[in-house]
């Protein structure tokens, strides 16, 4: 579920839509948790969707850290990527604002972490852009996410939180903050998706 304080809007004619913030959103802030009405595949039940559906759940789902696909049911579906993105997840199944995101300010990810079936060519334009988004990046910049999102997620109980009452991972976030645990590394998401999907055939 994507935060309430988000709105789809147009981005431009190239990109398509996008997730844009209707409201200040504070640095630490949940912006999107899985929750139970996103619908979950495994690659099996993909290849036995009728060949039509397999394009659509490539393309407007993720991958998570078990190797199901998951199509998110609101809009949270066509956040875009950005090699320097608004939001990250650690490894749990949320993502929280890595920095304030101003009224008006699309909100983005980095889809290297989400598991691709195949590599895109970026063309965000940023300095820091890695032209070429790839299945392994996840754990070849692993150490880099986790540092960006140590000092947000320490903020998660300073700023408001209208998703908290979604999450189904209360108590592991809380023994984060509280420092009996460590936050979980964004690599607890990975899965090896040629592996994933040897032997299943999904139409594009
Ligand atoms: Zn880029």
Redesign the pocket.
Known sequence: MIHPDTELRLANPQIGHGVFATRFIPKGTITWVRDRLDQTFTPADVARLPTAYHDIVLKYSFIDGAGRFVLCWDHARFVN???TPTCRSAGYDFEIAVRDIAPGEELTDDYGSLNLEYDFD?????P????Q?RPGDLLSFADDWDRIVAEPFRLISNVPQPLWRFLEEKDTVDAALSGVSPIASVKANYVNVADLLCGFTLTR
């Open positions: 990527h950005s090699c970026c063309s965000c334009g940023l820091q852009c890695r032209r988004i």
